[in-house]
């Protein structure tokens, strides 16, 4: 179990990688999905013990990250109408080697917070601080709206895999609620940004911020 949990965190954060150095913002909400597969992989290889309250949360997480949210974004880009980001703040280049940069520190930083290693391993702790600094890189590196909040989804995701620690002690209604909570997030941005480009005809933030000027 533990073998198979390890190479599910390391898969995560290959797709942490691969969503901060494509262009394409379709490319950007396949990583969401994919992310979504393998956090619902999770509860169960982590906490097998707890039955069906992993079966569950597993469950939920598929249902919410993988079909709900990517199916919802698939259909807001297609009404805006934009595939690509086309003038990002970081270039590819940047993105990777900044991406690199983040990652070391983040494992660099899991060996020293005072965790017990015993309940939370160490890897799992550098994956979900990795997750989350680069899903707040993805967050303002880029112009899009819609591929900031995938950035969002992945600063989440890096909080649901920190939270998988206790997933024993906490009650299943609250865990089904931040999953609920998440969902409600995304759906509320999708309408914000259909109105957005019905209004000014493009999501690009910088233009955005320009006329609030």
């Not at 396949?30 to 039955?51: C, E, F, K, Q």
């Not at 965790?115 to 590196?141: D, K, N």
Request: hydrophobic share 55%; net charge negative; charged share 15%.
């Amino acid at each position: 179990m533990e073998e198979a949990g390890n190479t599910l965190l390391l898969l995560v954060l290959l797709v942490d990688l691969y969503a901060i150095s494509t262009s394409r913002i379709q490319g950007c909400i396949r990583a969401s999905a994919l992310h979504g597969v393998l956090l619902a992989a999770l509860p169960g290889t982590l906490h097998g013990h707890l039955g069906t309250h992993a079966l569950v949360i597993g469950l939920g997480t598929l249902a919410v990250k993988a079909l709900f949210i990517p199916h919802f974004l698939v259909r807001a880009l297609r009404q805006v109408q934009i595939h690509r980001e086309v003038e990002p703040y970081v270039s590819q280049h940047g993105n990777l080697l900044v991406g690199t940069c983040l990652v070391a520190f983040a494992f660099w930083l899991a060996q020293r917070i005072p965790v017990p290693h015993s309940t939370m391993p160490t890897l799992l702790v550098a994956v979900a601080l990795a997750t989350f600094l680069l899903g707040f890189f993805l967050l303002v590196s880029r112009r899009k709206a819609l591929t900031q909040v995938v950035g969002y989804l992945m600063v989440e995701n890096g909080v649901f895999l920190f939270g998988l620690n206790l997933a024993g002690s906490m009650p299943l209604v609250v865990e089904l609620g931040i999953l609920l909570d998440v969902f409600v997030s995304v759906f509320v941005f999708g309408i914000i940004l259909f109105h957005i480009r019905e209004e000014f005809d493009h999501i690009d933030t910088d233009v955005l911020r320009e006329l609030a000027d």
